[in-house]
């Protein structure tokens, strides 16, 4: 769940309890009880933004900005990776394999 958050807060739009849920394939009703758990230890935030309640962490750091950046290096790679070996023709082998 802080996985989700901090990669809704990197790419600059915070998630509801229903995008949180979506991400991580958790009940919604799950996802709300944790969230209020991290909010009454004060590891994150809410806030009101139109009729959604997003969610936050209080601080942001170089260290985790930079985590994030490279997660999302890595995420990036996996995805075109991903994406070549769908357009085999069947039966073909990637160089890889």
Known sequence: MS????????????LDA??????????RTSVRRHLNAM?????????????RVVY???TSSPDTDDFFADAEKVLRTAVIQLAK???LPAGQKNERE
Do not use: N
């Not at 909010?39 to 009729?51: A, H, L, P, Y």
């Open 3 to 14: 996985f989700a958050i901090r990669l809704g807060q990197y790419d600059g739009r915070a």
């Open 56 to 58: 936050y962490f209080k």
């Open 18 to 27: 229903s995008q949180i849920a979506a991400v991580t394939t958790l009940p």
């Open 39 to 51: 909010q009454v230890s004060g590891r994150i935030e809410q806030t009101r933004v139109g009729r």
């Open 85 to 87: 070996m769908d357009s």
